[in-house]
């Protein structure tokens, strides 16, 4: 490998590729279209799980080298688990489930934090660069296209810090909804795996539910939001560029997580490059029986309705009072075992779609799914009258990152 690097992308994936190359001595120039890190989310909370490891993810960043010091983050081991009838439980463990960060580029965000880490280890950052990704050794761009999309507003609110999330398939078709509140600063936000010509009446009528079962006190700031790629290629290294994070379909496809398979993805990268083990081969070891875990896990629940999301609901409460621990429930959902396994082969014909990309990869995406007819209904008073306070919100100034017509 020559001493110079190229990676496409200034997200979580390729600044952890940076810095470890950068560190190790190497000439790293990270190319970003956008003006910054951390501008394709915008001040919204995301969680880090710490679930598809025996091992606790910061122990691993700072294996890795990483300080997880330079960001703000609050863990959580308890949640209330919203149920489809709305009745609410609390799955929990004595440990760390998942820890909320913030996202964007304020100084306290994780992204912000890795850049820092990688200007200090030496990386050049190029801002407002776009590159194609022939030009570079690692690709790190994040998502193509949309299977799924979520939608948020953030607003004020005394109420304590709090995650709840909530299985809905009304609210949230086919997916979830959560409300996550750390100091003072609140977001709720629903997310859609199946496509909607309105989607912003999913979020009006998400908050009016939220503000109907907690005494939140919102004034809203602003509303967010992003899609998500969920597609598994044939290779992870073409054309000796390597793929990492969300361009390379590592990440969860049953809940969305990614930024913990962003950041692995990119460490495995640079240490294939450096020369410790190959990359598609780690992956494949590491990450790969996970997303396909996920994957079959997102099939069976592209499946049910809210009866399926009310067993799981009730099954997860039933393990966590056999086991006296929540987070088995969820290390459970991602181990590979026969059943699961059994299960892959029909899940590549019946959810994925083989697309063949123009620089000769191959990847099984997940299509956005098409609405049911169950997903058209009136929207309740309570969020007609959450859709005039955003309107006057915008109207004095409320940004909006992200809009129905970006997916
Ligand atoms: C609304 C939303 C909520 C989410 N919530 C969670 C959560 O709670 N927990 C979790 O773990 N994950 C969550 N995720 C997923 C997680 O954010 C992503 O999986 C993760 O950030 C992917 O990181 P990445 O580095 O692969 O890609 P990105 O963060 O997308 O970084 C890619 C970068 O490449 C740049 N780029 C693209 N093309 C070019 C080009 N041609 N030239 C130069 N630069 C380019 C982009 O501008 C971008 O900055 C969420 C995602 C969304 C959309």
Redesign the pocket.
């Known amino acids: 490998m020559s001493a110079e690097v190229h990676i496409?992308?200034?997200?979580?994936?390729?600044l952890s590729s940076a810095t470890i190359l950068a560190k190790a001595g190497k000439d790293v120039h990270v190319?970003?279209?956008?003006s910054d890190?951390g501008?394709?989310?915008d001040g919204?909370f995301?969680?880090?799980?710490n679930w598809t490891s025996d091992i606790d993810f910061f122990e691993e960043l700072a294996d890795w080298g990483f300080d997880a010091t330079e960001f703000k983050s609050d863990s959580f081991g308890i949640i209330d688990l919203i149920h489809p009838d709305d009745v609410v439980t609390n799955p929990k463990t004595e440990g760390v489930a998942f820890r909320v960060v913030e996202?964007g580029t304020a100084e306290h965000t994780i992204d912000q934090a890795f850049k820092r880490m990688a200007l200090e280890s030496g990386v050049k950052i190029h801002y407002g660069?776009?590159?194609?990704p022939e030009e570079c050794d690692i690709v790190?761009?994040?998502?193509r296209e949309s299977s799924a999309v979520?939608y948020?507003e953030i607003f004020h609110t005394s109420h304590r810090n709090l995650v709840a999330f909530q299985l809905n398939d009304k609210l949230a078709p086919g997916a979830y909804s959560y409300l996550i509140i750390i100091d003072g600063i609140g977001l709720i936000?629903t997310c859609l795996w199946r496509k909607q010509r309105n989607s912003g009446r999913y979020l009006d009528e998400t908050i009016a539910w939220y503000e109907r079962n907690y005494d939140l006190d919102r004034e809203p700031i602003k509303r967010v939001?992003?899609?998500?790629d969920f597609g598994i290629p044939t290779k992870y290294v073409h054309e000796e560029r390597l793929y990492?994070?969300?361009?390379g379909g590592l990440?969860d496809f049953m809940w969305?997580?990614?930024?913990?398979?962003?950041i692995t993805s990119g460490v495995l990268a640079a240490k294939s490059l450096l020369g410790e083990f190959d990359y598609e081969k780690e992956v494949r070891r590491r990450l790969v029986p996970l997303v396909k875990a996920s994957a079959i896990n997102r099939f069976l629940m592209n499946r049910v309705g809210d009866r399926g999301f009310k067993m799981v609901a009730n099954q997860w409460m039933r393990d966590q009072k056999r086991n006296g621990d929540g987070l088995n429930f969820m290390r459970w959902l991602y181990k590979p075992g026969l059943f699961r396994r059994a299960l892959w082969p029909i899940v590549k014909i019946g959810m994925l779609r083989r697309k063949d990309l123009s620089d000769g990869r191959v990847v099984h995406r997940m299509p956005f799914r098409k609405s049911l007819k169950r997903d058209s209904w009136d929207p309740s008073i309570e969020a007609e009258r959450v859709r005039e306070q955003w309107k006057s919100t915008r109207s004095k100034g409320g940004a909006v990152s992200f809009k129905e017509t970006d997916e």
């Open positions: 496409l992308g200034a997200g979580l994936s390729g190319h970003e279209i956008r890190s501008a394709r989310f919204d995301q969680g880090i799980e996202r660069v776009k590159k194609s790190a761009a994040g998502p979520a948020g936000c939001g992003g899609k998500g990492v994070g969300e361009a990440q969305g997580f990614g930024m913990r398979y962003a």
